[in-house]
């Protein structure tokens, strides 16, 4: 995994568990879906970089 996709992934999980904590907070369903969206993403972009990194060694 490079160093700028593996901060990218850990970026966008912080901002989606943000998102989703401030959601739940305030009573907003929608944006706490979205921040729990935008979570799973993140997940997904990060094992996808360590199947890559899997693979090249």
């Given amino acids: 995994m490079t160093a700028g996709e593996k ?4 970026t966008e999980q ?3 568990k943000a998102k989703e904590a401030v959601g739940s907070a ?3 369903d929608r944006m706490a879906a979205e921040g729990q969206a935008e979570n ?5 972009r990060e094992a996808k970089e360590k199947a890559k990194d899997a693979f090249r060694h």
Avoid at 7 to 10: D, L
């Fill in 40 to 44: 799973s993403m993140a997940d997904a």
């Fill in 26 to 28: 305030i009573g907003n």
């Fill in 7 to 10: 901060a990218k992934a850990k």
């Fill in 14 to 16: 912080a901002e989606g």
